[in-house]
């Protein structure tokens, strides 16, 4: 086993049997995936008048004295509404060993969503960054950005990954890794910046159907129900007309994909690294984690394009087929997991094209 790396599940597993994370009950059946856990909100929520980060040496309980606007309870559901920011206790808390450091990541069908998340701790100066050793409580931040949304206690918006050591690959390393393994279905891969390149396709499918942008003013959002919900009530269908690119409005939300297909090998894991504004004012994958297996043939993959959730900025912003969107950057595993994504675990998105989020009806 290696040194250094991400945890697998069966670690992440120990984690709990040692007491390095508790929850006040049991984890759910399917909460631990390959390469993290799914975090679970807890019974109450706190309305606030902004957005903060506690900031050294400070609890976020302290913060929420000063700016909490409503407190309630989310035993049997609550509306959390469009263009506010919610704070809520997760059930989970950490004892973390002086090696093993974390990150968090809202989970793909949040990021569909358009729900905003981060997670953060106390005398934490960053958000979804979890220092090593950290002791404590942990926290989301929460605001619905297109549709408003229904939560629960026990409701999953994120998920958190533990590592240990400097997991990252190098460009050199990554190279290699794509020559043995194909990581992405392109015959002149773009890896620089740590990363490799993803693009976006605008051609469309034998429909001609390119993406979906988010409509307003709709119906809430169950995040727990899965196909409850009509497309046509959420949802206007983009379609390629022509020319092979798309105006971004600001403050519209879409579900576009990549041209290329994501291989994600099972000693590895991969995640989507913010887009540099220096060459486009939009916000590309708002939930980066890809876990191993993830496009990979034996688990069910055989390439598994990238859904991406796009946002552009102050001003509108032209996107054209095939320009770059984004970066894949990799890391090593600690050891190979138990379950891959994908067949072991019946995975929502394995072998995925431009899809939307699990809640909607086929």
């Known amino acids: 086993m ?21 929850a006040p009950r049991p984890l759910d059946a399917d909460q631990i995936q390959p390469a993290s856990l799914d975090l679970r909100l807890g019974t109450r929520a706190y309305r606030v008048r902004a957005s903060f980060l506690p900031g050294p040496d400070t609890k976020v309980a ?6 909490t606007l409503h407190e309630f309870d989310l035993g049997d559901g609550a509306v959390l509404e469009t263009g506010c920011v919610y704070i809520v206790p997760l059930m989970e808390a950490l004892d973390l060993p002086e090696n093993i450091s974390a990150s968090a990541n809202p989970k793909s069908s949040t990021g569909r ?11 934490g100066a960053e958000f979804d960054k979890i220092a090593a050793g950290y002791h404590g409580p942990l926290y989301i931040e929460i605001s619905p950005r297109t549709f408003p949304i229904v939560v ?22 990554l190279a290699g890794l ?3 393994q194909t990581l992405i279905a392109a015959e002149n891969p773009n ?28 119906a809430v959002i169950d995040v727990d129900r899965r196909a409850a919900h009509e497309v046509e009530d959420f949802w206007e269908p983009i379609r390629a007309r022509g020319r092979a690119e798309l105006i971004l409005d600001p403050d519209e939300f879409y579900i ?20 540099d504004p220096l060459v486009g004012e939009f916000r590309v994958h708002y939930a980066g984690f890809f876990d191993p297996g ?23 912003f032209i996107l054209e087929h095939g320009q770059i969107v984004g970066r894949l950057v990799y890391e090593h595993m600690l050891e190979r997991p138990k379950a891959l994504y994908g067949a072991d675990l019946k995975s929502n998105y394995q072998a995925q094209g431009l899809k939307l989020s699990k809640h909607f009806k086929a």
């Not at 302290?62 to 700016?67: A, G, I, Q, T, V």
Request: a neutral charge; glycine letters at 12%.
């Open 152 to 173: 629960r206690a026990g409701s999953r918006l994120s998920q958190i990954r533990f590592r240990t050591g400097h997991a990252l690959l190098s460009e050199e390393e």
């Open 294 to 316: 993830f496009g990979h043939a034996e688990a069910g993959g055989r390439g598994s394009r990238a859904v991406l959730e796009v946002r552009s900025h102050e001003v509108p």
């Open 256 to 275: 576009l994909v990549s041209r290329e297909a994501v291989h994600v090998p099972p000693l590895h894991a991969a995640e989507m690294t913010p887009f």
């Open 178 to 180: 794509h020559a043995e």
């Open 2 to 22: 290696r040194q250094s790396g991400i945890l697998p599940d069966r670690a992440i597993a120990e984690l709990f049997a040692k007491g390095n994370l508790t």
């Open 113 to 123: 969503l358009d729900i905003f998340t981060r997670v953060m701790t106390d005398g």
């Open 62 to 67: 302290d913060k929420l004295s000063r700016f």
């Open 191 to 218: 890896i620089s910046g740590g990363g490799i390149a993803l693009s976006i396709d605008l051609a469309g499918s034998g429909d001609g159907l390119i993406g979906y942008r988010g409509k307003h003013h709709t």
